[in-house]
């Protein structure tokens, strides 16, 4: 064991090690990651035990430090045994592909395309590079053909049968770090790919009230309803419904003998099901052509909220942007899709539809080699890590050189990662002299999260080479195809919601510079393509095809008010997605490490009486508590004016505790008249002042002990920044706020992400009209309500009492009036008002309400205020989950929050307690502040076991990387495990908690706030209870 500075803590035991790796090659085992803390710095450990390994006889040893020689223990472990796992399978199949390709050792070289969109001989290939090697030869393919037709700005749109990947260009290849592929955690260079769950083979269905797309895909067998083998509806039916794709234009290889057309008449049959449900569900008629044309437009949606993730949300407008489309389902849909970002050029390759292969093949041959750094930003710095460049740079250059490359064909880049101090936000930057470096980043960061912060230290984290070894250059210009037969038929479609005469064309038989306008479909080999009313389609002379919107598009599109199921599902996204989109702003610009890397955040949008419409998926015990908060701005407000801003974090008026700071903007009119939506973010901040660092003080008995409290407060006037008000607020008092200027920071942030909010509703506004937002305002709420009303149609009457440790306790009485589809929640029996910090406010009881009963709906539907009108909820005045002023709250949006939870589900029975409590752990001193909320084991079901070493419920913050915190603070983390035994046995058990020790090299002050400790979390249907707690000083 390593100490982050270098100091051997616990000497190697290579007996022990090689004891244990022995017993693991007996067992069978013949592959073996190895990843120490701190072994990306300190590699002696790590190699001796990667020796010992390949000693014992292991074919596959990867250890960290050469997999991902950089901080971050978790990430890196991760890799590490990705890479493990994948490179025996990977050299298995290259072994047995080079032998057929290359019998004798002679003839052409074989190449792997990595996820860093570059290529690498096959015995350089390693498993932590192939998880997106397909798509990335897409966007290399996306990149090489676009430029060399002149478009430079580039969205990729790379639509295939189970899912869509999406991707932005503007000048050079963009690459992510560190990302999560099937929830694991992989930090290796990969090209920025976004996916989401919509292809060709997304399943369609409707759930008596929405329609919806996917996630789950029909894959390629059975397939779509189409194909003949019993598949379900899925997109692609939906195109051949429409006549977009036509049997006669299809090779007869579906059925279950591969020998039959496409099968027009079974997704004729299903959808007139299908629409009949539809119509029968809504009260209003349905052809299927709408339904399927409704589907159509649900999947755009999804597909264009992708894209605006890695466009739109990081600061770039993209209307002047080409849509590159390619995969075999891109064509069908890129029109459509390109109309909703207001995107007018579309450009297809000849190749479109396999242009990941052509990029595979157009790829350079690249090596990117990475270093740790972890040192301040200075000139004498730079200097240091000139060795160490050209090292690097000498060793890239070899393994590329040695993949056949002439040395005159070889070119280096030089990069490093550099941050804030403080931060875990590094951006990739062009190495340079300091003034460079300073100006790139400074210039970076203002671009990207729209401040700079002169006064903080720059770190470099990293340093990186890139080795890039020329290929030959390919013409993308193919040779003419045989023309083909031109006009192939008039055919009735339907687009644009109408019945239309379709011309399907050959696309190789177009003229070069003659447009066809739409509509129109193009077929060819590997794809159709779509022409929409308003676009024409024009042939280049190099063969490609570039589609421009030659008509505008309606300034507003035509919905009614009257609730449609199409349109539900859309106005669900696009709420949804403002909500998102407004938490990416306030993570990107948000100055500290509690909302922007912890992400202990929440946004979400109201309506003009303050309740929630919609939210982005944040901290629970936020959202369902932001409504009290803005109800309170309202009432304490009747006259507000555009421009202003209000931030509150008051516990009696709707806030939780004092740490979370809401900020609350008004979003009027046209006519600026009246408040038409608002919008929140409801942030955690580090300190707010009080009697303890960290503002959480485990003993305390009145709120003023907790930090400054702060009601109905202008932040923003007409639309200027109240800077010296909210200071003096926050400097002011017996225990005043300890980094007043980094809260004001991260209220700038939380202002940053109300305007996006506000700018996205506008759109949505201009886009659809005020009256239709409105009404489907009302309708996603109507659904959220009627959800619930199937869940209240399954209850009883029940209750429930859980004790706490210290003999408090909160009881709740559910009372169901099945004839009314309505449920009463009484929380009479709660005890009185806690003489500690254990009150949890009104509006926590309320989030715990909501909550719940959006766990029991057991399906995909928004959390919003819809869920709470079928629930009366009764709180007994001065009892601890509805105190008055002065009480102390600290520990009830953390600990109290849970117990609701948890007695809410005790009354249901559906599940058994999980670890109900957060085990708040927040420590420093004068120079160093740190809050973790530590995880524990989840409660089982009647369906499965719980999980363990999780967050549940009304948390979902993240732990600081072990490394980290141990390079920051003078902290060692002796040990982090799961505790094996602790959820309780049953038939099916509880999820397991965890043993966290942490050893303090300084002096600090600690403060606990936990439960659990004394009284066990309960069991359910005679499942036993897991263990208690404990929380313990060790001198």
């Given at each position: 064991r390593m100490s982050a500075q270098g100091e051997v803590i616990t000497a190697l035991g290579l007996e022990a090690a090689r004891a244990a790796l022995q017993k693991a090659k007996t067992d069978g085992f013949d592959s073996v990651a190895i990843a120490l803390l701190h072994g990306y710095r300190y590699t002696e450990h790590e190699a001796a035990l990667g020796a010992l390994a390949r000693e014992i006889g292991f074919s596959q040893v990867s250890v960290s430090h050469e997999v991902s020689p950089l901080m971050k223990l978790v990430s890196r472990g991760d890799t590490t045994v990705v890479d493990a796992y994948l490179s025996p399978i990977l050299r298995r199949y290259v072994n047995q592909v080079d032998s057929q390709l290359r019998p004798d050792g002679q003839g052409p070289r074989l190449m792997f395309m990595q996820s860093n969109g570059g290529l690498t001989d096959a015995h350089h290939f390693q498993g932590k590079d192939a998880l997106l090697s397909g798509p990335a030869g897409g966007v290399v393919g996306m990149v090489r053909t676009a430029e060399a037709a002149g478009f430079d700005r580039l969205i990729g749109f790379d639509m295939g049968g189970t899912s869509t990947d999406v991707s932005h260009y503007a000048g050079e290849l963009e690459r992510t770090h560190e990302t999560q592929v099937a929830g694991v955690r992989v930090r290796a260079p990969m090209i920025h790919i976004h996916t989401v769950a919509a292809g060709g083979g997304s399943i369609l269905h409707f759930d008596g009230a929405r329609l919806r797309v996917g996630p789950d895909s029909a894959g390629a067998d059975p397939g779509p309803a189409c194909y003949g083998n019993g598949g379900p509806l899925a997109i692609t039916d939906a195109n051949v419904l429409l006549g977009r794709l036509r049997p006669e234009f299809f090779p007869q290889v579906f059925g279950p003998n591969g020998d039959q057309p496409l099968n027009v008449a079974t997704v004729e049959q299903q959808f007139d099901q299908l629409a009949a449900a539809v119509s029968e569900a809504s009260g209003v008629e349905q052809s299927p052509e709408v339904v399927a044309e409704g589907f159509l437009s649900i999947a755009v949606e999804n597909m264009a909220n992708a894209i605006k993730k890695i466009s739109v949300q990081r600061g770039y407008d993209i209307t002047s942007y080409t849509l590159v489309c390619f995969g075999g389902a891109g064509g069908q849909h890129a029109c459509l899709v390109a109309d909703r970002l207001g995107i007018t050029r579309i450009h297809l390759h000849p190749h479109a539809g396999v242009l990941s292969a052509l990029g595979i093949g157009l790829a350079d041959i690249r090596q990117v080699t990475d270093g740790s750094v972890e040192a301040n930003l200075d000139d004498a710095l730079l200097d240091s890590l000139t060795a160490r460049w050209r090292q690097m740079e000498t060793e890239g250059r070899a393994v590329v050189a040695g993949q056949g490359v002439a040395d005159d064909r070889i070119s280096t880049v030089r990069r490093l990662g550099v941050r804030y101090a403080g931060s875990d936000t590094a951006l990739s930057l062009p190495a340079g002299s300091f003034a460079e470096v300073q100006a790139a980043f400074e210039g970076q960061h203002q671009a990207r999260f729209g401040f700079i912060s002169p006064e903080k230290t720059l770190v470099v984290e990293s340093l990186q080479v890139e080795t890039v070894g020329a290929t030959d250059a390919v013409n993308l210009v193919p040779e003419a195809a045989a023309p083909g037969a031109g006009q192939q038929g008039v055919f009735a479609t339907v687009m644009a919601s109408q019945s239309r005469d379709t011309v399907f064309v050959d696309r190789s038989s177009l003229a070069p510079g003659q447009p066809l306008a739409g509509p129109a479909v193009l077929l060819e080999e590997t794809g159709t393509t779509v022409v929409e009313p308003g676009w024409a389609a024009t042939a280049q002379t190099n063969g490609d095809l570039v589609l421009e919107r030659v008509e505008a598009l309606p300034a507003q599109v035509a919905v009614g008010t009257t609730v449609d199921p199409v349109q539900l599902e859309i106005f669900n996204n696009l709420f949804m997605n403002i909500a998102e989109q407004m938490g990416v702003v306030l993570e990107n610009t948000a100055a500290s490490v509690n909302i922007k890397e912890r992400l202990d955040f929440s946004c979400a949008i109201f309506d003009p009486s303050g309740e929630l419409i919609a939210n982005a998926p944040h901290m629970p015990v936020h959202l369902g508590s932001m409504s009290e908060s803005i109800k309170s701005i309202i009432r304490q407000n009747p006259h507000m004016n555009p421009g202003d801003v209000y931030v509150m974090n008051a516990p009696y008026n709707g806030g939780t505790h004092l740490p979370d700071i809401t900020v609350i903007k008004p979003v009027f009119n046209d006519a600026e008249t009246e408040v038409i939506f608002y919008v929140a973010s409801?942030?955690?901040?580090?300190?707010?002042?009080?009697?303890?660092?960290?503002?959480?003080?485990?003993?305390?008995?009145?709120?003023?002990?907790?930090?400054?409290?702060?009601?109905?407060?202008?932040?923003?006037?007409?639309?200027?920044?109240?800077?010296?008000?909210?200071?003096?607020?926050?400097?002011?008092?017996?225990?005043?706020?300890?980094?007043?200027?980094?809260?004001?920071?991260?209220?700038?942030?939380?202002?940053?992400?109300?305007?996006?909010?506000?700018?996205?509703?506008?759109?949505?506004?201009?886009?659809?009209?005020?009256?239709?937002?409105?009404?489907?305002?009302?309708?996603?709420?109507?659904?959220?309500?009627?959800?619930?009303?199937?869940?209240?149609?399954?209850?009883?009457?029940?209750?429930?009492?859980?004790?706490?440790?210290?003999?408090?306790?909160?009881?709740?009485t559910i009372t169901v009036d099945h004839a009314d589809r309505s449920a009463c929640i009484d929380f009479t029996g709660t005890s009185d008002t806690h003489p500690g910090n254990f009150n949890a406010p009104s509006s926590i009881a309320h989030a715990a309400v909501l909550y719940v009963f959006r766990c029991l709906v057991n399906d995909d539907i928004p959390l919003n205020a819809g869920c709470m009108k079928p629930l009366k909820v009764v709180l007994p005045d001065e009892s601890m989950i509805n105190p008055s002023y002065p009480a102390a709250v600290i520990a009830g949006n953390v600990e109290t929050s849970q117990v609701v939870v948890d007695t809410l589900f005790g009354a249901v029975g559906v599940m058994a307690a999980p670890q109900g409590t957060m085990n708040n752990f927040i420590w420093g001193n004068d120079r160093y502040q740190n809050y973790e909320t530590i995880c524990g084991g989840s409660g089982a079901t009647a369906q499965a076991d719980g999980c363990d070493a999780v967050h549940t419920h009304m948390t979902?913050?993240?732990?600081?990387?072990?490394?980290?915190?141990?390079?920051?603070?003078?902290?060692?983390?002796?040990?982090?495990?799961?505790?094996?035994?602790?959820?309780?046995?049953?038939?099916?058990r509880g999820g397991d908690g965890t043993v966290r020790r942490v050893l303090f090299e300084e002096a600090m002050e600690v403060n606990v706030l936990s439960g659990h400790r004394v009284v066990p979390p309960y069991g359910v249907d005679g499942g036993l209870p897991g263990a208690v707690g404990h929380t313990r000083l060790i001198a």
């Open positions: 409801r942030g955690h901040h580090a300190d707010v002042g009080g009697r303890v660092p960290g503002s959480a003080p485990a003993d305390s008995t009145t709120v003023d002990e907790e930090g400054v409290l702060i009601d109905n407060l202008l932040l923003v006037s007409a639309g200027r920044f109240l800077y010296d008000e909210i200071h003096t607020v926050l400097t002011s008092g017996t225990w005043p706020a300890r980094n007043a200027e980094q809260n004001i920071a991260d209220l700038q942030a939380q202002v940053a992400a109300c305007e996006k909010g506000t700018t996205e509703l506008r759109q949505v506004i201009d886009h659809y009209s005020l009256e239709v937002v409105h009404a489907y305002m009302g309708h996603v709420k109507d659904n959220a309500e009627e959800s619930v009303r199937r869940v209240i149609d399954a209850l009883t009457d029940s209750s429930f009492t859980y004790q706490m440790d210290d003999g408090h306790q909160v009881s709740v979902n913050s993240r732990l600081t990387d072990p490394e980290v915190l141990e390079w920051r603070f003078p902290v060692r983390l002796e040990t982090f495990h799961i505790r094996r035994g602790s959820g309780g046995a049953g038939k099916h």
